[in-house]
């Protein structure tokens, strides 16, 4: 089974909207990370936001807000009023276990298209 | 602070030809790793290092090897490279800072092997 499943292959989204992209995530560890990174086109890996499983309340970093609904093993990125510069590919990732010693697991990412 | 940096940012190989990634980090974290990413897919973990001296393995470590004698530094080694391993290498950072994990990339080597 999939550790990481991200279900959006592609989203195409108006300027200014909000967005949405989902993430599921399969562990039996009570401790783990969550973790969302944006790739642009130019191909590097930027950080975006971190939820882990203890945190009580979902992750925020600006424009980016992390829906975490640990029952539903879910977590979800929100992105507010989306802008032209927020098109890429997002991924999800999940660390299992503390520290973070494990590395990361990813998900195969959701191509986000922000339209004028 | 400089974060990850890793070297090349390019490289094409023959088949059978070695060669090394380097990748170092300025941010004292214990936790260094690899990932590899071909085209359409996310990251898969190669090697990982938990500390200077300290190595495993991840998901795909056929064909790479790994070593850590410092914190910074956390070279990747193709001893004998082959056409599978065309792909996209990112080197990784972590920690656990104010009580919240934090894994930084860097800037990746995209690796044609002919």
């Known amino acids: 089974a999939q550790k990481i499943t991200q279900t959006q292959p592609g989203m195409f989204v108006q300027e200014k909207e909000a967005v949405t992209l989902d993430c599921t995530y399969d562990?039996?560890?009570?401790?783990?990370?969550l973790f969302w990174y944006k790739q642009p086109s130019s191909g590097e890996m930027i950080f975006l936001i971190y939820q882990g499983s203890y945190d009580q309340q979902n992750a925020t970093e600006g424009r980016y807000s992390l829906n975490f609904q640990k029952a539903r093993k879910s977590a979800n990125l929100v992105i507010s009023a989306s802008q032209l510069g927020d098109s890429a590919m997002y991924f999800c990732a999940m660390r299992e276990g503390g520290g973070g010693a494990d590395g990361l697991t990813f998900g195969k990412g959701t191509h986000l298209i922000i339209q004028p | 602070n400089a974060g990850v940096t890793q070297t090349p940012k390019f490289q094409v190989l023959k088949t059978g030809q070695s060669m090394t990634l380097q990748c170092a980090q300025d941010?004292?974290?214990?936790?260094m790793s690899w990932y590899r990413q071909d085209p359409g897919m996310g990251l898969r973990l190669i090697h990982y290092?938990?500390?200077?001296?300290?190595?495993d393995q991840g998901e795909v470590p056929n064909g790479y090897n790994v070593s850590r004698s410092t914190t910074e530094d956390f070279p990747l080694r193709l001893l004998s490279a082959a056409p599978s391993q065309t792909s996209v290498y990112f080197c990784?950072?972590?920690?656990?800072?104010?009580?919240?994990?934090?894994?930084?990339f860097g800037p990746g080597t995209r690796l044609t092997v002919l």
């Open positions: 290092s938990v500390g200077a001296g300290i190595t």
């Open positions: 562990t039996s560890d009570p401790s783990y990370g």
């Open positions: 990784a950072s972590s920690g656990r800072v104010g009580g919240r994990d934090e894994q930084f």
């Open positions: 941010m004292n974290h214990e936790y």
